[in-house]
């Protein structure tokens, strides 16, 4: 039997009080969706508003393609699934193996305090399921609780966008939570690499990835503590 994957994008598509227009980012999506269903294993996407999510216009640009994006952009089925998310209240996580959160900065604003996705962690995590998160997505773990009512990231070996990543895309003074800080707070064991190297962390069934380049490798985790 198949294991079914959650992955959970962003509704919130701006940047801020900037005007300028932001959301998911794709390689953070395309790359373990693929990896994902590559391994045999089925992909639900979902968000808090359902419908098609915000694509950050940037992760679309010519300079920001990868294999897997371009596939993506040439998959009926996935551009389907992609217009169609499920609503997040009305996701049960007893019905997937895993969760995956792909990153973009849309999830600094939504995700972060989003009741139905902090539940949903929280029964993946009480369940001994996999949680992944990439790049911005990490932020979405820091108001998890687990059954005795701590953190789940407490004492946890965990990654995610470095100030100096956050920094170096100009975006410092805008965004409302700076990753590394926010883990930091919330009593992670944080440790990163350098700018845009390709970085994880697992502990347990935590699993997390720093950065875009990232985003495949913490799937493979993903698929490896299910077992694929």
């Not at 701006?14 to 932001?22: K, M, S």
């Not at 040439?74 to 792909?102: G, I, K, M």
Request: hydrophobic share 35%; proline share 7%; aromatic share 6%.
């Amino acid at each position: 039997m198949s294991s079914r994957i959650l992955m959970v994008l962003t509704s919130h598509d701006r940047l801020g009080d900037t005007g300028e227009p932001t959301g998911f980012w794709l390689e953070e999506l395309a790359a373990p969706y693929y990896a994902c269903l590559d391994a045999g294993a089925e992909v639900v996407l979902a968000s808090p508003k359902g419908g098609k999510p915000p694509l950050d216009p940037k992760s679309d640009a010519e300079e920001s393609q990868t294999e897997a994006t371009r596939r993506f952009q040439q998959d009926d089925e996935a551009e389907r699934a992609l217009a169609n998310t499920r609503r997040l209240s009305e996701v049960s996580a007893d019905d997937f193996d895993a969760v995956f959160y792909p990153g973009g900065h849309g999830p600094l604003w939504d995700l972060v305090e989003d009741k139905d996705s902090i539940r949903l962690i929280e029964t993946f995590w009480a369940q001994q399921k996999p949680v992944a998160a990439v790049c911005h997505a990490p932020i979405a773990l820091i108001h998890a609780r687990d059954a005795s009512g701590e953190p789940i990231i407490r004492g946890r070996q965990v990654t995610g966008f470095t100030n100096e990543e956050e920094e170096a895309v100009g975006l410092t003074e805008v965004v409302p939570h700076l990753v590394e800080d926010a883990l930091k707070e919330g009593g992670a064991h944080y440790s990163k690499a350098d700018v845009f190297t390709p970085y994880t962390r697992q502990d347990g069934l935590l699993i997390t990835g720093q950065n875009p380049p990232s985003s495949e490798p913490t799937a493979r985790l993903l698929l490896k503590a299910l077992g694929k």
